[in-house]
């Protein structure tokens, strides 16, 4: 299975989404899971192995706790490969940026102006 098949998959999408903000239990992504998809714990268990076998997330035994975590590694695969296709837009968010910037600068300049008529009436 390609990164990307693993990746399409929206559930699974989601617990990477849960585990970027930290290592979770399994019961915690779970319970989370079936609530938002309507899905059954075996399917929830399911998701998780498809993540542990490709990588994507590591599991840790506490007690009886399974602890999961994301692994970067694929996800910097999935980043390097995207690398080529950024120039398509990484100029016209930078452009976005810039017009930001300057709306915010302008914004700053007549709040600041006494004599400007329309902070100012």
Known sequence: MHAFDVLGDPVRRRILELLADG?????ALG????????ISQP????????LREHGFTTVRAEGTRRLYAVDPGPLREID???AGFRRFWA??????ATELARGRRERRLRENDP??????P
């Open 23 to 27: 290592e979770q239990p399994a019961g």
């Open 31 to 38: 319970e989370t899971v079936r609530r938002e998809f309507g």
């Open 80 to 82: 390097a490969w995207l």
């Open 91 to 96: 100029p016209p968010l930078a452009a976005l």
């Open 115 to 120: 004599d400007d008529e329309r902070t100012n």
């Open 43 to 50: 399917a929830v268990s399911q998701h998780l192995k498809v």
